[in-house]
């Protein structure tokens, strides 16, 4: 917690007619710092909140709020990254993606999951948090079998994950061994 010691000296140096720009920037650091400490999530939200009530976050803090939202407040978080989703291009979706897919299928609201993961196989498709989210979401909505029925049949495709086609062997080996 070094950082937070020195943004805490930064404020106290900092001439009393400082610009109210640096005080909102020392506050989006501090909220990035504690974020990373889970006992610190709720502060580093309260201010977020803060910044965004004087000026427009940016993407990557508006992320970083809908995270810290989804730990107690998922319709925030689920609004926050639905506007994200909206307001920038498809390339830079796949984490805003993956965290609503992981909030949703958490939250037990199946129906629209299926929505975004299908974007998500559409930029990520051999990627292996696309590949565990279906899985999830199967073994949510179908049962296990059907999840691991999924698995092994994309472990069979030829750019398959190569920690696919080693879940496969280590599942034989197990039942060889068995």
Do not use: C
């Amino acid at each position: 917690m070094e950082a937070l010691h020195l943004i805490e000296i930064n404020q106290k140096l900092s001439p009393v007619l400082a610009e109210e720009a640096k005080d909102w920037e020392d506050k989006r650091i501090k909220a990035r710092i504690l974020a990373s400490r889970p006992e610190r999530r709720k502060e580093a939200l309260k201010l977020l909140e803060e910044v965004a009530a004087k000026e427009a976050l940016s993407p990557d803090d508006e992320f970083l709020q809908a995270q810290l939202y989804d730990d107690s407040q998922w319709p925030k978080a689920h609004m926050k990254l639905q506007y994200l989703l909206g307001a920038t291009p498809p390339p830079a979706h796949g984490p805003y993606l993956v965290q609503i897919i992981q909030g949703l299928i958490k939250q037990r609201e199946f129906s629209e999951a299926p929505h975004w993961l299908n974007q998500l196989e559409k930029l990520y498709p051999n990627a292996i948090e696309t590949l565990a989210l279906r899985a999830q979401l199967l073994k949510e909505q179908s049962g296990v079998a059907q999840a691991e029925e999924f698995l092994t049949q994309r472990s069979k495709d030829k750019d398959a994950p190569l920690v696919l086609i080693a879940g496969k062997t280590e599942r034989k080996r197990r039942s060889i061994y068995a």
